[in-house]
Every structure is written in C-alpha cells, then in structure tokens.
C-alpha cells in the first residue's frame, strides 16, 4: 500500500486561509465527490470550526456533522481535539470531556486527532480513554516545536507514552510550519523504530519547508500525510493535494488517487473561495519570520489584530520579539491554542504598555499557576513570583480540581437546549452559544410567519386558479422563503 492522505479542505484550510468562514451550504454540493476519491480520511470538524459556526455563522456545528456524515459513507471523518479543552480555550471537567467525546461519535466522527498545547499527556488521558471505549480510532499527536528544551528523544518518548495510553497512531504535528525535511526524516525513523502505529505528518507551508519535509518523512516510514486541495492550499495551509499525489505517482508511495478527480474538486473550490474573499489572510505566501520568532502565520493575524485594536500596528517588530522571550520565561509552550493566544496577549501587553508584566490577563496567570498542564521547562521563578506571588501553583492534572459542568450548564441553558448536543455547546461557549440558541428560537418564529403568509398566498392564488409550487428543501434562505416573506409584507 502507498502512501495515504488526509484532506482538510473542509476544516484546517479555510481555518487557515479564510478565517474558518466556509459554511455548510459550501462544503455539501461536493461532499460525494471527495468522497469518492479515496482518501484515508477527511477532516471536517474540531479545531476553531465549532466556536466560529455558533458565532459568525449562526449554525449548529453539530447539525454540519450529521449531514457531512449523511453524504461521506466510505471516507473517515476526522476531527480535532484539543484534549482537556475540548475546542474551547480553558480546562473543562472531565464529565464534560465524556459527553462531547461520545456525542461527537455518535454524530459521525471515526478518528479523533488528541492534542494537548503543553504536549502534558495527562491532558489527554480522558479524551483518549472515551474515544477507546466508544470504538473511535485514536490519534495522539504530537505538538512540535523548536527550543533548548525539545529534541528528538523527548518527542519519541511522548509518541512512546500516547501508545502506551492506547493511541491507535501517531501524528507528529508541526502547526508553524517548523520541521525541516532533514529533522523530519530522523524524527519519523526515530518514531517508527520506537512506536509500532500507523504515523501521519501534518504540516503547514508558512516556512516554506512542508512540501519537502513530506518526501523525507514518507522516506523515513509516514504513512499518511496531511494535504489541503490545491485551490485551499499554501500560505498558511498544507500542501497541495495534487502536487503530493503527481510527486509520488509511479513511486513505492504511489497514492493511486486519480488527479483528474481531484481537479474537479480544485475547480469547485476555487469558485467557493471567491465567496470569501473579505476572510483571506494576510499571509499568503512563504513567511521566513516564522523560523526566527516560531510564530506561526494565524498567530501573526491575531497579534496584528490585537495591536490595530490598540492603535499600536507600528510595534509589530517589537511584539515579533517579545514573543519568544515571553516564550522562554514560561516554560517554552508550543505556540498553538490556546498556549498561542496567552503568550501573544502577554507580549503585545509587555510592548503596548511599556512596562513588562505591568497587566496580566487572567489567562496567563492560570497558566502559571499550573491550569493548563505541566510547561516544557519550569517557568523562571522571577516571573512565577511577579505575576503568582505567594500563592501555591498546582502540581497535579488540572483537571482533577474541577467540579463536574454537565448539570449545572443544563441547568443554566433552560429550554433553550433542544438535545445534549446543545448542552454541550452551552457548556464550552455559554455567551456564545445562548446568543445562538436565542437566534435559533427568533429564526424558528419567522418561520411560522412565513409558512402562514405561504398559506394566504396559496389560498389566494388558488381561488384564482393560480398554480403555486414551492422548490423542494427547507433553506430559510431560499429564493422561495424571500419571496414569500415579501408577500406577506405586501400582505398580498
């Protein structure tokens, strides 16, 4: 068997490049056909899709699930977890974890990619031990990073430990772009040779590296590498599908996907991407910045946008280098979420304020006080005792000190909740996700209005034997609803 691919056109690439912006009604018309190309899995969920559907497009992801699910019967659905946080941006109790895990399998994900930002396995252990039990297949991945504290032996003995844990395979996860191809070889061989899983590699282009860094790690034993359709690749994503598939053709790691398929599928979102225009990311080409400062280009975004807030754009070089040192006195954290947002936030306070430390969100003094995991290295002890004092940072799981969240977010969301799934939903974004439900319900009474404006029009229509038929579906943007609700505004 060849090399496989996970395409994550419907998840990280638009996450990537269009601000995770594509809608369900986007991803459905072509959904058969990716399915029919034969790829080892599919991404579609996890990452910061959920949070986005609930809040700027007044959907329910969980809704996207099932019908991704409905018309992708051969291909596996992925999702991205981040552990203990779930999709959102702090610990949640374990009860919470359970739920969402077992309701995310029930709705249609097959393999559940397990992460933690601090790479503390003990973050994942819940995740992991749910998705076992409920018959999913199990990822643990591996944040990569680049400082005095990782080496090769630190991640092969976490590859190691995740299997021990019950991880089905092994993915080493570069979300900067920072692997070289050379480190990428010696890291997959080392890998292999320690852990007996399927590995996958997933990387992003910022730097220029990924596509490179592929070859040399499907010649060290990859098995399956991450590549984003080529009209929703590069800049910030991952490497073009096509350009993977024809650079393997007629080699040992020969994908046999058919490239003419996938052209189509290219085509269909080339067009989809010209709908999103206004969300593309700044950074589109290769950003060498990234192998400097180990930021990768979202984190740039954010920050950029954090200091136009401030109306401080200008001190982006000196947030650029604040970064790292900030980096460096807590602990050396992967710069992926939630560790990216809490070392970015902390740097451009540092530079915007003139004064380092003077402001501490809330975020960053948890995190020194040991409630996201164990850091890569001990944060330095003149910044522990700045920003903790005398107060006691904890030692053990995190999530051991929280008290369960199911009941009471059930008990908080009301009858705004229709399923468990939204309880869920409420239970990782509360603000979020009542406002939703509270537009969901709005929604829901128009409706009405509109199916008893329908019926005057059709009793009228027909006492004048006027014919009138409705298109089929039920899209309440549908050219039929608009028609009707000006209709019924004309009260004709």
């Not at 097959?110 to 819940?126: G, L």
């Not at 969240?405 to 799934?421: F, I, P, Q």
Request: net charge neutral; charged share 25%; aromatic share 6%.
């Amino acid at each position: 068997m060849g090399v496989r691919i996970t395409d994550t056109v419907l998840r990280d690439a638009h996450q990537s490049l269009l601000a995770t912006r594509m809608s369900t009604q986007d991803m459905l018309p072509i959904a058969e056909k990716l399915d029919s190309v034969g790829y080892h899995s599919l991404e579609v969920w996890g990452g910061a899709t959920f949070d986005s559907a609930l809040r700027f497009l007044k959907e329910d992801p969980w809704e996207r699930l099932r019908l991704l699910k409905k018309r992708i019967k051969r291909t596996p659905l992925q999702m991205l977890l981040r552990g203990q946080n779930v999709l959102g941006y702090r610990h949640y109790a374990d009860d919470v974890v359970e739920r969402f895990v077992v309701k995310a399998f029930q709705n249609g994900v097959d393999i559940f990619r397990i992460f933690d930002a601090v790479n503390d396995v003990r973050n994942m252990e819940t995740a992991i031990a749910v998705a076992k039990r409920e018959g999913g297949h199990v990822q643990g991945a591996i944040c990569y990073t680049i400082s005095p504290v990782h080496n090769r032996e630190l991640y092969v003995d976490m590859a190691r430990q995740l299997a021990q844990m019950g991880a089905d395979s092994i993915c080493i996860k570069d979300m900067a772009g920072l692997l070289t191809p050379g480190e990428t070889y010696r890291l997959a061989k080392a890998i292999k040779e320690a852990v007996p899983l399927p590995l996958q590699l997933h990387s992003h282009c910022t730097s220029g590296m990924a596509d490179m860094a592929y070859l040399k790690g499907i010649e060290a034993g990859v098995d399956v590498v991450d590549t984003a359709i080529s009209t929703l690749a590069l800049g910030t994503s991952m490497p073009p599908t096509e350009s993977m598939v024809a650079s393997l053709k007629g080699t040992p790691y020969d994908t046999n996907l058919d490239i003419h398929l996938l052209s189509e599928i290219a085509r269909y979102f080339g067009e989809v991407r010209k709908r999103y225009r206004g969300f593309e990311s700044e950074f589109m080409g290769v950003d060498t910045n990234v192998l400097t400062y180990q930021i990768p280009g979202g984190m740039i975004s954010n920050l950029m946008s954090q200091l136009r807030e401030q109306n401080a754009l200008d001190k982006l070089p000196q947030v650029l280098e604040e970064t790292p040192r900030v980096r460096e006195e807590l602990g050396f954290p992967p710069l992926v979420t939630p560790t990216s947002q809490i070392v970015g936030t902390q740097a451009v306070l540092n530079v915007v304020t003139g004064e380092r430390y003077k402001v501490i969100p809330k975020e960053v003094r948890q995190y020194v006080q040991g409630f996201y995991g164990r850091p890569p290295r001990p944060i330095k002890d003149e910044v522990r005792e700045l920003i903790c004092g005398e107060e006691v940072c904890i030692t053990c799981r995190p999530a051991d000190l929280l008290e369960p969240e199911m009941e009471r977010a059930r008990r908080e969301v009301g009858g705004l909740a229709r399923s468990e799934e939204d309880v869920l939903s409420y239970a990782l974004f509360p603000g979020v996700a009542r406002e939703y439900f509270e537009w969901r319900e709005e929604s829901r009474a128009i409706d009405k209005e509109l199916v008893a404006a329908l019926g005057a029009v059709l009793e009228r229509s027909q006492g004048q034997g006027r014919p009138v038929v409705a298109p089929a579906g039920d899209n309440r943007t549908s050219p039929w609803k608009a028609a009707a609700r000006r209709a019924a505004m004309r009260g004709s």
